[in-house]
């Protein structure tokens, strides 16, 4: 009886059997290649950085320079806003009320009726100013402009000034006050105090509007000059959809280089601003010495910082504009 033919063997290797753990005696069971991380990815992409902006130094120099001037813009005025704001809250923490005590007031009673003044809400302290106080500041004040030698008496009568919390609680604060004995009249500058908290709202919601209109512009401006770069490597950009490259692979690099370009034409306008900030306030505090002029200290550090984020948001923001449309098209 014949047997069929065995079949020839493969002049290729054979297959090793999976070896087996040395400590359970199991088989392995080989792993799978993973594909590549998050690091690779960063890799590759601020490789693709690189090389973009040695390609095309100019659309890189003129992306920059536009950040760096209208960041530049934005910082003068914020340093502006901030000091304008400054000025209109100091005028308006000045803002007091006076109560003119009547004329059958007597000085021992100061002390009571400071007490009866510290009870009322939103009131942060007193000072008691005799008439003869009153007198010698109204002298000091007039000079040798008018005397008042001719004078028989004093016609000014005992006061009190009152410090409140919050420029809004004058209103409510001179209520209260007229209403307690011994008080002949209130003053506070009724016009003078809603002029300066209407001036202070005014500066802020101006302020804000404009800084809203800088940012919208330097937005627009930065898309449309790093579209021009997406615009020279579109046929790049074409071959990496042909070949099957998937839309954030190629956004991300644009993005990366829009903040790079956002970061160091920031860096560059915060930089300019911090000198001349330092250097132009202590001439101001010399010349006009009354006005409360913010510290560099006091402003610098957030404006810095701001000014780099913003930057590095605007370039993020504007590359991927760009590159949208580029992709939507």
Known sequence: MSHPPRPEKSPGRTPEPPEASPKTGQERIPRRRRGPSGGYYLECFLREVLINIRRN??????????????????????????????????????????????????????????ASLMKIEHVEGTHFVSKDTAFKRLRERLGSRITLDDLSHNPL???????????????????????????????????????????????????????????????????????????????????????????????WPFILEGVAQGLVGAAMAATVVDVAYRLVVPQLHKTVPFLPILAPG????????????????????????????HLKA
């Open 57 to 114: 130094p100019l659309m890189s120099v003129a992306s920059i320079s536009t950040v760096m001037v209208l960041t530049l813009i934005l910082g003068f005025f914020v340093v502006l806003v901030a000091n304008l704001d400054s000025l209109s809250r100091e005028l308006a923490g000045e803002m007091q009320v006076k109560a003119y005590m009547s004329a059958d007031f007597q000085r021992e009673e100061a002390g009571a009726f400071h």
């Open 157 to 251: 009568p005992d006061a009190f000034e009152i410090r409140v919390d919050h420029p809004k609680a004058l209103d409510v604060v001179a209520e209260k006050v007229a209403r307690l004995p011994g008080v002949g009249s209130v003053d506070y500058g009724r016009d003078v105090a809603r002029k300066l908290m209407a001036l202070n709202q005014v500066v802020r919601v101006v302020g804000m509007v404009i800084l809203g209109l800088l940012f919208a512009s330097t937005l627009l401006i930065v898309s449309n000059t790093i579209r021009l770069t997406v615009f020279a490597r579109r046929k790049e950009i074409d071959i990496m959809q042909l070949v099957g490259a998937a839309d954030w692979f190629i956004r």
């Open 298 to 325: 006091e402003v610098l550090p957030f404006l810095n910082l701001g000014l780099v984020s913003l930057g590095c948001a605007v370039g993020a923001l504007g590359s991927l504009i760009s590159v949208n449309r």
